[in-house]
């Protein structure tokens, strides 16, 4: 009866340690491994796991604290169960037979304890932490009293340190979030498209929308007081969707629009539903203007310098650009009319659009 009571509780203990020592090692190993912008990304959009890892990762002596608490713990408990064990078969308490049975245990700790739980956590941080992380909150709160005098020790040695505590890093320099970027598809935080955009935005973001606007003397449009049927006329002709219209007896003065479905719509009103664009300055940004055309909810923006019309933009053509970065399929690109005028196109197969397709 003492050699099965024996042999149950020595194995019930080595179970024990070795899950134990299994998962604080896996953790530990999963922590150093885990991607912080992603956590960071999850975090933000509501994941309220995500927001509990983070926690951790912006205090890592405690995260670091509890494994090196529950590590000892876990070798501990072995060593007990290790030692119940040899009892169990050999009447004897000698130390070399204990050592001798260590010795043999040990590979089996090592191998199920250390190394393929650290492997598996090295190769899936991120599922294998959300997915134990409520087990590693219960150890965390259970061994506070153990693990606060570490911290304690490890922020007072910080405060004498020459050398600042590493804090992460949210706010990235522009190298070091290209650098990140261009691995958010290897690790899952970014479709093809959205890192196209991304790269777009970095590139063409600062670049003057003087540079693609489409200047007063090639724009497409009417004035205010042009009738409704010669109004369709034109947008049919030119094949326009929205018509931009000027002041009265001014070749330069634009500063509205009319969309041709509301013209089709609103057949039987006396007035042109014409739309007032936003003004945007000629030094502005092209990442400036495409905000201030969102914020109005227009299709189109005007580029004053002063009081004085340079050109027109539309929304489409700002997210193309964005969409299409230089040297990608599709990227609008800037060419010469006949009469030697600078207007914006779209390449394809070699060919550059009219001004005309910029406005429908």
Do not use: C
Request: no cysteine; glycine share 8%; proline share 5%.
């Amino acid at each position: 009866m003492h050699f099965w009571l024996l042999l149950v509780i020595s194995g019930t203990l080595f179970a024990i340690g070795v899950h134990l020592s299994a998962f604080f090692s896996g953790s530990e190993t999963g922590f150093y491994r885990v991607s912080f912008l992603r956590l960071s990304i999850d975090a933000h959009t509501g994941d309220s796991v995500a927001k509990r890892l983070l926690w951790f990762v912006q205090h890592p002596e405690f995260f670091v604290a509890t494994t090196l608490v529950g590590n000892n713990i876990a070798n501990y408990v072995t060593t007990i169960a290790i030692g119940l064990g040899t009892d169990a078969f050999i009447d004897s308490s000698s130390v070399a037979v204990e050592l001798g049975a260590t010795l043999l245990i040990a590979p089996v700790i090592f191998v199920f304890g250390e190394l393929m739980p650290k492997n598996l956590y090295f190769r899936a941080p991120t599922k294998l932490l959300r997915h134990n992380l409520g087990m590693f909150q219960f150890f965390y709160r259970a061994f506070l009293p153990f693990s606060m005098p570490l911290v304690w020790t490890t922020r007072l040695f910080e405060r004498f340190s020459s050398s600042p505590p590493h804090r992460l890093d949210f706010v990235l320099g522009r190298h070091r979030l290209i650098q990140v970027l261009s691995k958010g598809h290897e690790h899952g935080i970014l479709t093809v498209q959205q890192g196209i955009l991304i790269h777009g935005l970095l590139h063409d973001a600062t670049r003057p929308i003087s540079e693609i606007m489409i200047p007063t003397a090639v724009i497409l449009g009417e004035d205010e007081d042009t009738p409704r049927d010669k109004l369709l006329e034109y947008a049919r002709r030119n094949n326009l969707t929205h018509v931009p219209i000027r002041m009265r007896n001014s070749t330069s003065s634009w500063f509205g629009y009319v969309r041709v479905l509301d013209l089709e719509l609103n057949s039987r009103s006396f007035s042109l539903p014409v739309r007032t664009m936003p003004r945007i300055p000629a030094k502005a940004t092209r990442l400036m203007a495409l905000l201030a055309i969102r914020e109005s909810g227009e299709s189109l923006g005007v580029i004053v310098d002063g009081d004085d019309v340079k050109g027109l933009i539309m929304e489409s053509v700002l997210i193309d650009h964005f969409m299409h970065p230089e040297g990608t399929p599709g990227r609008r690109t800037t060419g010469k009319t006949a009469t030697g005028v600078l207007v914006t196109g779209t390449t394809v197969a070699g060919s550059t659009s009219s001004p005309a397709d910029e406005i429908s």
